[in-house]
Nanobody, 113 residues
Framework: QVQLVESGGGLVQAGGSLRLSCAAS??????MGWFRQAPGKEREFVAS????????YYADSVKGRFTISRDNAKNTVYLQMNSLQPEDTAVYYC????????RGQGTQVTVSA
C-alpha cells in the first residue's frame, strides 16, 4: 500500500527555520511535491521535484526561502523552510502521483509573530 508520511512540523518564531520530511513507502515516484493549506484558505502548491532533481518548481511566495530536495535511497523528500513568516502557517502536505492524487496526512507548521 502506498503511503506518504510527513514529519518535522512544529511551532517556530518568525524568521526561524524548519525542515519537513516526507517518507514514501510502496513505490518510488518520479515527481513529488509539497502543498499547504491555511485555515479558511484553499490548498496551494508550494514546491515540487522530479526523481533526479533536474526539475524543481516553487511557488512565488516561497522562492528564495524554501528548498525542496529528495534522497532516493531513503525514498524521502524534504522541504527546508527558512525565514518563516506568520503567513506560512498552514498544514503542509506531501503529494505524489498523477494529479498529485497520493497525499499524506499532513504536518502542522505554525509561525508566531
Amino acid at each position: 500500500q502506498v503511503q506518504l508520511v510527513e514529519s518535522g512540523g512544529g511551532l517556530v518564531q518568525a524568521g526561524g527555520s524548519l525542515r519537513l520530511s516526507c517518507a514514501a513507502s510502496g513505490r518510488t515516484y518520479s515527481r513529488m511535491g509539497w502543498f499547504r493549506q491555511a485555515p479558511g484558505k484553499e490548498r496551494e502548491f508550494v514546491a515540487s521535484i522530479t526523481w533526479n532533481g533536474a526539475t524543481i518548481y516553487y511557488a512565488d511566495s516561497v522562492k528564495g526561502r524554501f528548498t525542496i530536495s529528495r534522497d532516493n535511497a531513503k525514498n524521502t523528500v524534504y522541504l527546508q523552510m527558512n525565514s518563516l513568516q506568520p503567513e506560512d502557517t498552514a498544514v503542509y502536505y506531501c503529494a505524489a502521483g498523477s494529479s498529485w492524487s497520493i497525499r499524506g496526512q499532513g504536518t502542522q507548521v505554525t509561525v508566531s509573530a
